[in-house]
T-cell receptor
Framework: AQSVTQLGSHVSVSEGALVLLRCNYS??????LFWYVQYPNQGLQLLLK??????LVKGINGFEAEFKKSETSFHLTKPSAHMSDAAEYFC???????????FGTGTRLTVIP | GAVVSQHPSRVICKSGTSVKIECRSL??????MFWYRQFPKQSLMLMAT?????????EQGVEKDKFLINHASLTLSTLTVTSAHPEDSSFYIC??????????????FGPGTRLTVL
């Protein structure tokens, strides 16, 4: 069965510092991988996705993620945090041909001024 | 493109009443829609998968008669919480699969509906 692990339920960074949110998945074949962001009392917004094309995926708001098959990871990064990046981030995985997404438990990002 | 709306955004109802939540894909046709439930500070829990013109597929532990799902068209799915009770209070989020440029593997999420049952 698919599973997604997000290490660190809470991450705090200073404004301007590097953002690194970790995501590891379990799958015997490379799946489709997604990062979503959720602001308070709102739905999820797609940040970026990996669909077996380039392993380094660039998303919106300056975020990017790198698919590493050997590490079964899809960590999300941003070179310089902005106050507006404070939100909940979810990693999700979908196997090819499957219907639904499996979500990680989420990581709350706090940006310190 | 790929916008999903939900209505209402917030609803408060009395125990025992039924509540209907609408999910619409505004600029694309969604053959599949998903309904999730999210408890405070937790991840999303898939409740059911809804395919246009057919019965919804419910996840284990989700009561079919409690949470009625109808997907009558390619742009509209509804979730009706029947005889709601306080424990049904939650944040309900829908998503739709299929977009104008992103193929069929991306789910686009609605803004969510906050249900409070008194």
């Amino acid at each position: 069965a698919q599973s997604v692990t997000q290490l660190g339920s809470h991450v705090s960074v200073s404004e301007g510092a590097l953002v690194l949110l970790r995501c590891n998945y379990s799958s015997s074949v490379p799946p489709y991988l997604f990062w979503y962001v959720q602001y308070p009392n709102q739905g999820l917004q797609l940040l970026l996705k990996y669909t077996s094309a380039a392993t380094l995926v660039k998303g919106i708001n300056g975020f990017e993620a790198e698919f590493k098959k050997s590490e079964t990871s899809f960590h999300l990064t941003k070179p310089s945090a902005h106050m507006s990046d404070a939100a909940e981030y979810f990693c999700a995985v979908k196997e090819d041909g499957a219907n639904n997404l499996f979500f990680g438990t989420g990581t709350r990002l706090t940006v310190i001024p | 493109g790929a916008v999903v709306s939900q209505h209402p955004s917030r609803v408060i109802c009395k125990s025992g009443t039924s509540v209907k939540i609408e999910c619409r894909s505004l600029d694309f046709q969604a053959t599949t829609m998903f309904w999730y439930r999210q408890f405070p500070k937790q991840s999303l829990m898939l409740m059911a998968t809804s395919n246009e013109g057919s019965k919804a597929t419910y996840e284990q532990g989700v009561e079919k008669d409690k949470f009625l799902i109808n997907h009558a068209s390619l742009t509209l799915s509804t979730l009706t919480v029947t005889s709601a009770h306080p424990e049904d209070s939650s944040f309900y989020i829908c998503s739709a699969r299929g977009g104008p440029r992103d193929g069929t593997d991306t789910q686009y999420f609605g803004p969510g509906t906050r249900l409070t049952v008194l």
